[in-house]
């Protein structure tokens, strides 16, 4: 049985869960701070066309973290559900393929993209006047998203491995350099659009690096391991790591969630408002990465609680967890919510002149926008409740229907009825049906439960262990007997 800095099977659910919760927050809102100075310093130094052109890039960027926490997510689970059951050279072997299947997929998309920037930035949707400024930040930030993938897979080993703090520093330090390397580069130096990508760059192979080599050289439990080479072995570890993205792939979804709406709204403001419009949508591109971490912090706080005692069968603890985390969503959206609405003015302010274009635009557009931020953190903690808990079907579902099957229509329709202030609601309106769905769905499954006399979330084998009335699931039988023949 694993022993780390944090009891998770005895110790008081709510204390694990801010324990977890305050340092994998100020650590996100840290990595989201990276991105963040970067817009502030462009919108005073570039003006509206810089954030614009940034914003052009940000979905392939998005789409990238998404793959890294789609590892990160189905290795972080395997792995503590290994740990439970005292597994621990499988769950180190699981963390190993899983770093070194991102760094060959991110090595790929790098090369593609430097290679051919221009059709690139054509692709991601640049006017004739921003391809010369999406080029050059591609050039000059791209290939340091090696290390933004390794950061992203590391941190939820890092935490699994008992050290949250150290994975607050990993981003706090990425954040902090950068800060000072953008004033640097833009301002003293000169640099413009260059320097900030080339200040990001910097920042992230800091945080990546500090990462890689605690989990090389100084990991309580889950340190790399040399993994064999024979093909029997190749063959295994490409069946643990289809079966780990596909418990995490509702977090690709989640990010690409991120990448269609930015995608999709630099098309629709670029359509109807022109260069301008792309710049007021990015200044709120500069925001939402903020609220995206504040749900991802709560859900990945929440997932090695949950997943542990998911493992160990302790249903009561699971189901503790889960409310904790959904309250803070919910208190957390009104917060933000709160803001968004009552600050617009000072919030557009921090990026470009108030007296400008795009920033007219954006004030106008912040108050419709804030309206699906409690819905977006209520969906957010519940796609990673049902991962945690190996419900991959109900994640991925949920995860396309915010991403994919509702946004997309939103986008496209809420505009031709409702003029700009549509384009600004199409957020909202995805996620709210979303919710209302996630709680329907809730119910329905609470009920069946209760009719059946049991909870379909505690796992065959605690079945055995502590005789409870428990329904037997194919899907969760199939997910223990991968996890009992995953080592290679």
Known sequence: MMKDALNLSHENVGKLFRQ?????????????????VDGIFVGHSVGSDGIAAINILVPVLMLATGIGLMVGVGCSVVASIHLSRGRLKTARLNVTQALLFVTVVIAVVIAAMVAFPGPAARVLGASDHLLPLVGEYLLWN????????????ALFIIRLD???KLAMTCSLVAAGLNV???WLFMFPLGWGLMGAAFATSISTVAGGTIAMFYLTFRARTLRLVRPKASRKSLRLTLRNLGYQCRIGSSALLGEATMAVLMFMGNRVFMRYLGDDGVGAFGIVCYYTPFIFMVGNAIAKSAQPIISYNFGAGVGRRTRETEKIALLTALACGLTTTAVFSLWPDSLVGLFVAPNSPA?????????????????FLFNLTAVGYFQSVERIRAATVFALLRGFLLLVPSFLALPAWWGTRGIWLAMPVAESLTMLLIVGFYFVVRHRERNRGGDSRTPPAAYCEIQINSVFSPSILRARNRCRNAET
């Open 20 to 36: 977890y919760f305050f340092p994998t927050l100020l650590g996100m809102l840290g990595m989201s701070a990276v991105t963040a």
């Open 180 to 182: 000072i390397l953008d």
């Open 142 to 153: 791209v290939p340091s998203w090696i290390f933004l993938m390794w950061t992203a897979v």
């Open 162 to 164: 008992g050290a949250p």
């Open 359 to 375: 920033a007219g635009m954006a004030i106008a557009g912040f108050p419709y926008f804030a309206t699906g931020f409690i819905a």
